[in-house]
């Protein structure tokens, strides 16, 4: 009789205990983004880094260095190259992480 109530003591814990689950990935996203001191409106921010995503899973950019320039072309005009690569790489983390070696890629010389 005691491993049932063992068993729901576990089960209560790990659920009481386990972070809180976001609802939404594009809001965190935008939370990076601002991190970043990158704005904007969120909704077009998250079809801009799930469009980067597409372009790099359907080789319409070749790399992170193609992907990083077409981001910038579609940010803000008061956008630095820095961060149009933190923008691709919250994007990559976030709507496509298979992608994460483009960025490991385009650090070697």
Not at 16 to 23: K, M, Q, T, V
Not at 55 to 81: C, I, K, P, Q
């Amino acid at each position: 009789m005691k491993w049932p109530s063992l068993i729901v003591g576990v089960l209560a814990a790990a659920v009481a205990l386990a972070p809180p689950a976001s609802a939404d990935r594009d809001i965190d996203f935008a939370r990076e983004l601002h991190t970043y001191g990158i704005y904007g409106q969120r909704d077009h921010n998250a079809w801009l880094a799930k469009i980067a995503c597409k372009r790099l899973d359907r080789g319409v950019d070749d790399n992170a260095h193609e992907a990083a320039a077409f981001v910038h072309t579609n940010l803000d005009g008061d956008s630095s190259t820095e961060q149009s690569w933190q923008f691709l790489a919250a994007g990559l983390r976030t709507y496509c992480p298979h992608q994460l070696g483009q960025l490991d890629a385009a650090s070697r010389p």
